[in-house]
């Protein structure tokens, strides 16, 4: 089993559509959470952290469940700019050693 | 901050050259990471640095990949002899751990694309 796996997608969705990414972790030992987002020949850049009681930025929403193991990102009224690749991070080290990357759930949000 | 800059950003090569990608990370972070970027494999760390010094190589696939921190501003990765199946995208980041927070993330450079033909 992968250390972290996501949603395979691609996911096409309307603009103004809300979609919700999935996310898994095996390393129970896993200290913090994060989505990164990437364009296309880009490198990879943080959307947010993951905090244990879940958290907002704008249209975005983070939400962790540490007994699942499971990691969230739902975007709201989505627009045709949110169109990347969404990675989810875990750390596993206990300060910033490891960073490990999901796969990656590619969204294109169409007109 | 101009953040995180690798050198050069492509890179062709023939087969059995010599490679070596360059990375500055920013300025006050104590963590330097490696991870190479495939279609097949995705986001992959090779190596990383604390202070310097190299915590885990695990993830250097083979003993043609070396990688250096002579000081706190700069790292080497270097592939000798290259073969085509190296061919990806290298990224370096860096991080810091925030004493506020004991949170941490890790920003990225532009990467370099190296092929070897």
């Known amino acids: 089993r992968k250390e972290v796996e996501q949603d395979p997608g691609p996911f096409n969705v309307p603009e103004g559509a809300t979609v919700a990414f999935n996310c898994t972790y095996s390393n129970s030992a896993s200290q913090s959470f994060f989505w990164y987002r990437q364009d296309c020949r880009k490198e990879p850049k943080l959307l947010m952290s993951?905090?244990?009681s879940g958290n907002e930025d704008g249209r975005f929403t983070a939400q962790l469940n540490r007994a699942s193991q499971y990691i969230s990102l739902l975007i709201r009224d989505s627009k045709l700019s949110d169109s990347a690749t969404y990675l989810c991070v875990v750390n596993i080290g206990n300060y910033g050693q490891n960073f490990v990357f999901g796969p990656g759930t590619r969204l294109s949000v169409l007109p | 901050d101009a953040g995180v800059i690798q050198s050069p950003r492509h890179e062709v090569t023939e087969m059995g050259q010599e490679v070596t990608l360059r990375c500055k990370p920013i300025s006050g972070h104590d963590y330097l990471f490696w991870y190479r970027q495939t279609m097949m494999r995705g986001l992959e760390l090779l190596i990383y640095?604390?202070?310097?010094?190299?915590?885990?190589d695990s993830g250097m696939p083979e003993d043609r990949f070396s990688a250096k921190m002579p000081n706190a501003s700069f790292s080497t990765l270097k592939i000798q002899p290259s073969e085509p199946r190296d061919s990806a995208v290298y990224f370096c980041a860096s991080s810091q751990i925030l004493a506020s927070t004991g949170n941490t993330e890790a920003f990225f450079g532009q990467g370099t694309r190296l092929t070897v033909v």
């Open positions: 993951v905090y244990s």
């Open positions: 640095f604390n202070n310097n010094v190299p915590i885990d």
